[in-house]
Structures are given as C-alpha cells and as structure tokens.
C-alpha cells in the first residue's frame, strides 16, 4: 500500500487499537441510528465506548424535515455549533464517530462536522461491532457531560450540491445514488412519495462499501470500485434523506476521491412532481 493510500485511509477511519491507544484524548460520538430502529439511546444506554457521548441524529444531525427540503436536511451551523459545544468540542479536538451498522449513521456526523470546518474528524472501522469482538472496556449508562467547548463552525469545509445541480450533474460527472438496487431500480419504495432515480444517476450502494464484518474494504478495493463507476470524472452522491450518501462520500475520501453531496437527495426530489423520475437498472 502506498503512502498517500495510507493517508487517505488514516485522515478517514480510525482502528479500535488507535482509539484504545488515544485513552482519554478523543472526543466520541456514539451516533447508533438505523431506520425502522428508534432505541438507539437505549442501545447506547446499555453499552459504549467509555466516555462516548450519545448524538442523535433525527434531532441533533439535521433540521426539521418537509417536504421541500427533505426527511434530514442540512442543520443550520448555528445549531450545529451548539451541539458540537456540548459534546465539548474545541478547534483543536481529535473526534472519532461510531455507530453498529459499518458508519453509515456515524458518516452523517463525521460529514457535517468536516462541513462545519473541523478537520481531525474519522469514522471508527468497524464500528461498536468491532470495539465489542477486541474484548475493550465496555460502559453503560450515560457517560459524564463534558466541559463545554469553544469550537466556532464556519462551514463550507465539504462540497455540497442543490437540486437543480444534481440534475445537471451526469452530464459532467457522476452522481452516484447509494441506496440499495431495488430502490434506485424503482421495484421499491417504502419511504419516499415517488419510486425510482435521478436520470443519469449510477446505482452505488452503500453497503458495496463494506466488509461482511462491518469494516471499509481495503482502500484498493474501493478505489477499483468508483473507477468502475465513475472513471476519472467529477462525483456527487446522494441516497434517501441525505444520510447514507455521508457514508459513500467517506469510502470515496478513502479511496482519495473528493465528492459532493446532495442533502435533500431522493426525499426532496420526489416531492416535486416536475421532476422526472426514472427506473430500471439503467
């Protein structure tokens, strides 16, 4: 492995030993949500990473969703600077993220903090998964609450795109859509008003991104991946609600990839009935 591919990985996840090893230096971010799953404070309330500070992300990773702007769109920065102050969040903090299901909540949290501006923000590899089956220390209840910190969000930190350039992005890149096959293929739609894609979006899914084991394919396997799927060509991503599309965006930095995100992503798109809708594997 070359050392811009080390570099990549490392300014991206973060290992179970790295963590260990860090002790008390870190601040982390319990972010366990999944949909159709509600009990992710009652998840954490029965086990963690010690010190781990619960997020959640209906209420503390995303404003109030509509059906104009999407089911999880974009925090403003100033509420966003606020949670970061109470998980005691300063310019200079080391943040590690994690959740159960392979970082695809805990991408949210990592996306928009880089977004606010921090730069020292990693996923855990592997995830809550992973801590468990290295036989580290488990807590429970709630972790102590932090001295508030001081951090000031100036956001801008990573590339985002509106609508109307999504639609425009597949004739001058590749928008990636990273939910699972059958929804972009349009045989499914459990969630959203409409079934189907944005034209010319590519079918990504997010969980191609992942060992069975829950951890990030090895950096040269990801790499092989999105030159498959996009070539040498401008990328932007999007899934659902804007969540699992923060995850695609942390596979790509790893493989050293930069890429857009559209926020609002399928759940905006399809609440406007001008939009064109398409299906098929294609």
């Given amino acids: 492995m070359s050392d811009t591919v080390d570099r990549t990985r490392a300014a991206t996840l973060a290992t179970v030993e790295g963590v260990r090893a860090a002790g008390q230096d870190l601040v982390l971010l319990d972010v366990r949500w999944a949909l159709g799953d509600p009990d992710g404070r009652l998840h954490y309330l029965d086990g963690h990473i010690p010190g ?18 999407g089911r999880h769109p974009l925090p403003a920065l100033a509420d966003l600077q606020a949670a970061a102050r109470r998980w005691g969040i300063d310019a200079s903090s080391r943040v590690v993220v994690y959740d159960a299901t392979g970082g695809a909540a805990a991408a949210r949290a990592w996306w928009l903090l880089k977004w606010g501006g921090l730069t020292d923000v990693r996923i855990l590899d592997g995830g809550w998964v992973a801590w468990q089956a290295s036989g580290a220390a488990v807590a429970t209840g709630e972790s102590a609450a932090p001295e508030p910190g001081g951090v000031e969000l100036s956001g801008g930190g990573m590339p985002v795109i509106d609508i109307d350039a999504a639609a425009d992005w597949p004739d001058r ?6 939910r699972a096959g059958e929804r972009y293929r349009g045989e499914t739609e459990p969630i959203d008003p409409r079934a189907g894609h944005i034209p010319g979006a590519v079918s990504a899914p997010t969980t191609a991104n992942l060992t069975t084991d829950g951890h990030f394919l090895p950096t040269e396997e990801l790499q092989r991946r999105f030159a498959d799927l996009a070539g040498d060509r401008p990328v932007a991503v999007y899934c659902g609600s804007g969540v699992t ?23 905006q798109w399809s609440n406007e009935p001008e939009r064109p809708a398409a299906t098929g594997p294609n």
Avoid at 52 to 69: I, R, Y
């Fill in 52 to 69: 781990a500070l619960f997020v959640d992300l209906e209420t503390e990773l995303a404003g109030p969703p509509s059906a104009a702007d």
């Fill in 245 to 267: 599309a923060a995850h695609q965006v942390a596979a790509l930095a790893v493989a050293g990839i930069d890429a857009a995100l559209y926020p609002g992503s399928w759940s």
């Fill in 173 to 178: 890149g590749a928008l990636l859509d990273a």
